[in-house]
Structure formats: C-alpha cells, structure tokens
C-alpha cells in the first residue's frame, strides 16, 4: 500500500531514500565539532565583554559586568518574574501561530490547488505582503485596544503570510514525476492531495513555519515592549526603564535563547517528518 511521497521517491530514485547512515561515533564527533565551532563567537564577545569591564571602558551603569547580569539571572529565577514572564510570551505565540499559521497554511493550499482561489486572493495577499507586521500596529490598536488582542492578532498576522506562501509554494512545486507516478497507480483525487501533494510541499510547509515562529516570537517581543503589562518585552522595557541594565541583559539572553531553542525543536520536527528531503 502506497503510504506517502518516500514511497514515490523509492520507485524514481531509491538512492534519495537509501542514504548512508554515519556511524554513531562520527554524528557524535560532528556534533561536538559543531557545537565548539558554534560556541567561539559567543565566547570571544563574552571574553571582550570582561575585558571592556575590567579596564573600565564603560561605567558599570552603563555596562555591568557578566557576573553581575549572571547574578540578576539566578536572582530572576529564585523570584519566578523571569519564568512568568517568560510563560506569558511563550503562551502569546502558540496561540498566535495556531491562529495565523492555520489559516495560512488552509489558504495556501487552497490557493495552490484552484486557480480560482488564486486569482481571487492572490493580488490581495501580495500586496498584504509588502506591509510590515508592525506598521499594522496603530490600527490593530484602535480596533483591539491593548489587550490580549492586540497581541494574538500581531503574531497570527505575522504567522500567517508566511505559511501561506510556503504552503502555495509547495502545492505548485511538486516534481511532475510524482503525479506521473500517481497517474499511473490511478491515484484519486484526494489519494494524490493526501499521498503526494501535501507531503512533496511537507519541507516548504516547515520552512514557512519555521519562518513565521521567528517572525511571532520578534514581533511579540516589541509589542510587549510598547503596549503590555507583561511578558518577557515588558520585563526588558520596565527594567530599562529603571535603568537595571543588568535586567535587561538577562531578558537580552533569554530571548535570544529561546528562539534559538524554538528554531532548534523546528529543524528536529523537520528531520523527523521529512528524512526523504535532503535539506532535512
């Protein structure tokens, strides 16, 4: 029984499925080789940082030494504001992405599948497209206010364009010779939508998300810092506010962490659901 597009690449390419496996010492030598090449930079600025502190380049006020944001931090932590906060922003995004990225993905399949749909929403979307998330701001203000609104319709707004794409991007870009295949094995059409289409648009489709949690998690945390009263860019705004900038360093940490950690699960999700892609 033919399961989906792996089943398809096997019979035009079996080479795409049947790839070398490393052997588990050289993926753990890749990985740590990886990991310290990742890790240089990061240390130097690190390294450059003490020494700006400790030859007094700046004053303290200005610049706080690492120990003294690392001490900020674990106080954070022992007092929960970091983690709630944190909590907040992280809870705005998911629900924001399974808004906008839900209806950008249905429409972007509609639309790669009917030409139709196309040219009725396609000349809209873009032009939707040329618009910054934020410039959306001042109107989402009057129409939402500066509630929970406000920021669920930023980030599905952010969300969904680019999932939208991607997904009629991969609906119009499937090889022709997997519907050559289909045809030939009298595929019906929802055999071919649900067996070949959507899988062979599958690595697109989590590029677009990959993309639109990016695009959430930046535009939440500037909205959190111009109009919220919590979350992790409320947290950064209050602390600069009261001139802790050794506050404000941690949330600099924590965010950049975080969306490193949620770009880090995306690119694992899609090496699990799309091993046959070889940019997976």
């Known amino acids: 029984m033919i399961r989906s597009v792996p089943f398809i690449h096997a019979l035009i390419s079996p080479g795409i499925v049947a790839q070398r496996v490393p052997a588990p010492q050289h993926r753990i030598f890749r990985r740590f080789q990886s990991i310290a090449i990742g890790a240089v930079i990061p240390l130097g600025v ?3 940082w003490s020494l700006a ?3 007094h380049l700046m004053r303290p006020q200005i610049l706080p030494s690492p120990i003294a944001v690392w001490q900020a931090g674990i106080d954070l932590l022992r007092g929960g504001d970091l983690l709630a906060a944190l909590a907040v922003s992280l809870q705005r995004v998911v629900l924001g992405l399974l808004i906008g990225g839900s209806l950008g993905m249905i429409a972007g399949i509609a639309m790669g599948r009917s030409r139709t749909i196309d040219a009725y929403l396609g000349p809209t979307v873009r032009t939707i497209c040329q618009i910054p998330t934020i410039a959306w701001l001042p109107v989402f203000m009057l129409i939402f206010g500066i509630g929970e609104e406000l920021k669920l319709a930023i980030i599905a707004k952010a969300t969904f364009l680019p999932l939208l794409l991607n997904s009629f991007a991969g609906m119009r870009t499937a090889p022709q010779r997997f519907h050559e295949v289909a045809d030939v094995l009298e595929l019906d059409a929802w055999q071919r939508l649900r067996l070949v289409t959507i899988p062979a648009a599958l690595p697109l489709i989590i590029a677009g998300l990959r993309l639109a949690l990016s695009n ?14 919590a979350g992790i860019g409320h947290l950064m705004a209050w602390s600069r506010t009261l001139f802790q900038l050794d506050v404000v360093f941690v949330t600099i940490a924590v965010i950049g962490v975080t969306g490193w950690s949620m770009d880090a699960a995306m690119r694992w999700i899609e090496r699990q659901l799309t091993p046959w892609s070889v940019e997976a």
């Open 46 to 48: 690190l390294a450059l």
């Open 53 to 55: 502190v400790a030859l």
């Open 216 to 229: 959430a998690w930046h535009v939440l945390i500037v909205v959190e810092m111009l109009a919220s009263a």
